[in-house]
């Protein structure tokens, strides 16, 4: 018995390290559909962090009627985010970040609570997201998904 702990033991340990660490840390993410196209395209592998602060700009996967979306964080806790003739305005200042492309369609304002987040597609066009059913809280994003491991010709960090 001393013999076969001896042997398996760092093994056993390696295991729960690797579970521990796929659990609490960081797990793999696979990209489906067009709402974040130009930046990232179906069949992406992605790394998902789960520790850290979510910012402004940040892709996120949150949970919505029991699906993963992969969305662009476009309004934090406590922002005034509204969309009017196409334009898209954070805290009553029109938004030049230059991330997403196609139309933005209209939306009144939202007043985000404490706890909420207001995520759309880079792909305007072509996105469901917070403009269709509204904020998402806080504990339903898992984290931020910002480094793609596969296509190899695409590996490293997106912004």
């Given amino acids: 018995m001393k013999k076969f702990i001896k042997e398996y033991l760092p093994y056993v340990v390696i295991l729960v390290v690797i579970v521990l ?7 793999p993410v696979t990209v489906d559909g067009n709402s974040m196209n130009d930046t990232l395209y179906t ?4 790394l998902l962090f789960k520790i850290g602060d979510i910012e402004r700009y940040d892709i996120v996967v949150a949970n919505h009627d029991n699906k993963k979306l992969i969305k662009r964080v476009i309004g934090m806790p406590n922002d005034k985010i509204k969309c009017v ?3 898209l305005y954070i805290n009553n200042e029109e938004d030049t970040s230059g ?15 404490e706890d909420e987040y ?16 509204g904020p998402v809280k806080k504990e339903d ?4 998904a910002n480094f793609i491991i596969f296509p190899f010709n695409r590996f490293g960090f997106v912004d």
Avoid: A, H, Q, W
């Fill in 43 to 46: 069949n992406d592998l992605m």
């Fill in 21 to 27: 660490l796929r659990i609490y840390v960081v797990t």
């Fill in 118 to 133: 207001f995520l759309i597609g880079d792909n305007r066009s072509d996105s469901l997201d917070s403009r269709y059913f």
């Fill in 85 to 87: 003739s196409g334009i």
């Fill in 99 to 113: 991330y997403g492309y196609g139309e933005n369609i209209d939306f009144p304002e939202y007043i985000l609570k």
């Fill in 141 to 144: 994003i898992e984290g931020k």
